[in-house]
T-cell receptor, first 117, second 111 residues
């Protein structure tokens, strides 16, 4: 298994540009999520999905869109990039969101380092 | 609003020392507390704790949860330079809205 994969690894955007960060997992996990990590702020949840066709907002959703058309993929779209979106973005997945126990364990992708000028 | 607070935020020790990292939490619905280690890239899972007083161990690392006092500790004995990392504590609540992370403890092990 490749686990959770993310592309690209690095990206530089200009203010106002749009782009999509890709995330895929091959573990048949129902639950997928996006976090951003900023210095001194820890990881903060942007959006999450409990299954194909179902998405919801996390703590910091403004400026981002998601969709979940398949179990495997969960892309994150930046609609109009702003310097405040400069961050490291992590995608994570787990078996289920609700069952508790070992299924709460989330597995993280390698991250995308995004810089917005 | 759920809150996870880690202390200290940074710590420098010498190889061979024992360290204790702290995590306290204030949450609405407790389900589990997780510890992750983050080196250069993605956080990697260390422990999940759901019951008070039961120690989880993996080699030189161990962790325990106190649900009455709302905290957890992560111990690392006989530290090595490879233990240098950011250690993240996170809470998983009763809903689907992911993990609530603390800011992490940046641990540096000097040779």
């Amino acid at each position: 298994n490749a686990g959770v994969t993310q592309t690209p690894k690095f990206q530089v955007l200009k203010t106002g540009q749009s782009m999509t960060l890709q995330c895929a997992q091959d573990m048949n996990h129902e639950y997928m999520s996006w976090y951003r990590q900023d210095p001194g702020m820890g990881l903060r949840l942007i959006h999450y999905s409990v299954g194909a066709g179902i998405t919801d907002q996390g703590e910091v959703p403004n400026g981002y869109n998601v969709s979940r058309s398949t179990t495997e993929d969960f892309p994150l779209r930046l609609l109009s990039a702003a310097p405040s979106q400069t961050s490291v973005y992590f995608c994570a997945s787990s078996y289920q969101a609700y069952s508790g126990g070992a299924r709460d364990t989330q597995y993280f992708g390698p991250g995308t380092r995004l810089t917005v000028l | 609003e759920d809150k996870v607070v880690q202390s200290p935020l940074s710590l420098v020790v010498h190889e061979g020392d024992t360290v204790t990292l702290n995590c306290s939490y204030e949450v609405t619905n407790f389900r589990s507390l997780l510890w992750y280690k983050q080196e250069k890239k993605a956080p990697t899972f260390l422990f999940m704790l759901t019951s008070s007083g039961i120690e989880k161990k993996s080699g030189r690392l161990s962790s325990i949860l106190d649900k009455k006092e709302l905290f957890s500790i992560l111990n690392i004995t006989a530290t090595q330079t490879g233990d240098s990392a950011i250690y993240l504590c996170a809470h998983s609540g009763g809903g689907a809205d992911g993990l609530t992370f603390g800011k992490g403890t940046h641990l540096i092990i000097q040779p």
